[in-house]
Nanobody, 125 residues
Framework: QVQLVESGGGLVQAGDSLRLSCAAS????????MAWFRQAPGKEREFVAA????????YYADSVKGRFTISRDNAKNTAYLQMNSLKPEDTAVYYC??????????????????WGQGTQVTVSS
């Protein structure tokens, strides 16, 4: 497993932007597929975005496509989620996840063995 710590959440207004960070431990960061999930109150945890280093492939949920961008800085062992044009329906706790897997399709929660503690994103209308 890899240790993950998210940061960057906060309270913003609709249309604003935020960048979430996920700091990872270990020397094998580049081997990990990284992903972001979110969970709103009363709802199931849902997939948001993922990046597979092994095949340089990205996946995005339809609800965030064109607004969110996943990226990573291997030198800093950190993954990012840039969120633009935020909407009230984006309000949720955002979690980063990692595992040594190759993505052949948009991932599910069960695909990942390592998770961060989550960071709250609240978007007001």
């Amino acid at each position: 497993q890899v240790q993950l710590v998210e940061s960057g959440g906060g309270l913003v207004q609709a249309g604003d932007s935020l960048r979430l960070s996920c700091a990872a431990s270990g020397r094998t960061f580049s081997m990990y597929t990284m992903a972001w999930f979110r969970q709103a109150p009363g709802k199931e945890r849902e997939f948001v975005a993922a990046f597979s280093w092994s095949n340089l492939r990205t996946y995005y949920a339809d609800s965030v496509k064109g607004r969110f961008t996943i990226s990573r800085d291997n030198a800093k062992n950190t993954a990012y989620l840039q969120m633009n044009s935020l909407k009230p329906e984006d309000t949720a706790v955002y979690y980063c996840a990692a595992d040594v897997i190759v993505l052949l399709r948009p991932p599910r929660e069960a695909d990942f063995g390592s998770w961060g503690q989550g960071t709250q994103v609240t978007v007001s209308s």
